[in-house]
């Protein structure tokens, strides 16, 4: 009896500590929303942290000028090229090196997982002149070829989480559809796909909310007079005299969330289930 009342205790403090953490990181968004409805003097005074009133609140105002005079529209489909490509193309080609990996014992194989593993832990800043570079010898840098160097960095993870699920499959069900006369690439789409489910899912939501908030690499490679992602949009909400128009800006960062938080929802009972699948099994 004793044991379960201090476990009570524990589950009690535990719950106010997650809840206190919660809020902390659910402040800052509240922040943004709050702001968002309001005039830009009422952000840039002392009422950045008051309520909308009625002498403050401007409603969608805000919004519709972010998304009409910003050129935000552009800047969204731009962002929105970039995160489907670069997702989906790093799902498709770490799956298939992943499975490729795991079931081809020879060193090749072996060497090709190590440096996978290795470029997780390579920063950023090593590679970035030499990046900007190579992707301008080799026109890859637009939005919609810019897909080639996102797989390059996210290959790392997502072969990592892959192989390790991969382990755990047995084999004997590839077989069996062998003997049935199915191909490698036949086995691939039609057996192991359906079994990475979890995993491809995990895998998703992760690198797409990577590759739809990052701004380092796409201002490196990018034309930033042509080519602005979100994040990119963002650095740009300047008035005269390089004043930061910060009610709009606010804004389009809801507007930009907001998607992320969507599908973070709609497929968070997949994320654990992957993660765990590919950093433990095998």
């Known amino acids: 009896m004793g044991a379960t009342k201090k476990d009570r205790r524990i589950n009690t403090v535990l719950s106010v500590l997650f809840t206190i953490l919660c809020i902390a990181w659910l402040y800052p968004v509240f922040m943004i929303l709050m702001n968002s409805l309001k005039t830009e003097r009422a952000i840039t005074t002392s009422h950045a942290f008051d309520l909308p009133n009625a ?10 000028y972010g998304i009409q005079e910003m050129d935000f529209l552009s800047s969204f489909w731009y962002s929105l090229v970039i995160t489907v490509s670069s997702v989906a193309l790093i799902l498709l080609c770490c799956s298939m090196c992943a499975w490729y990996i795991t079931r081809v014992q020879n060193t090749l194989s072996k060497g090709m997982y190590y440096l996978c593993v290795f470029s997780m832990i390579v920063p950023f800043q090593m590679v970035m002149f030499t990046l900007a570079k190579t992707a301008d010898t080799l026109k890859l840098n637009n939005p919609y ?4 160097i996102y797989l390059g960095f996210g290959a790392g993870l997502a072969v990592f989480m892959f192989t390790g699920f991969v382990k755990s499959m047995p084999i004997a069900i ?3 559809a062998m003997i049935d006369g199915c191909n490698p690439i036949q086995i691939f789409f039609k057996v192991v796909c359906p079994i990475l489910k979890p995993t491809m899912i995990s895998t998703a939501i992760l690198e797409t909310m990577w590759v739809w908030n990052d701004y380092l690499l796409p201002t490196l490679v990018l034309d930033i007079k042509t080519f602005r992602t979100i994040p990119m949009a963002i650095q740009y909400f300047r008035g005269s ?3 930061v128009e910060m009610a709009p800006m606010m804004a389009c960062i809801m507007i930009t969330v907001l998607p992320v938080i969507v599908l973070y929802l709609i497929c968070q009972k997949y994320i654990i289930d992957g993660v765990v699948a590919g950093a433990v099994k095998g």
Not at 55 to 64: P, S
Not at 145 to 148: D, G, L, Q, R, T
């Open 55 to 64: 002498e403050t609140f401007v409603g969608l105002k805000n919004y519709i």
């Open 145 to 148: 070829n810019i897909c080639i």
């Open 174 to 176: 590839e077989e069996a």
């Open 241 to 243: 005299y390089g004043k």
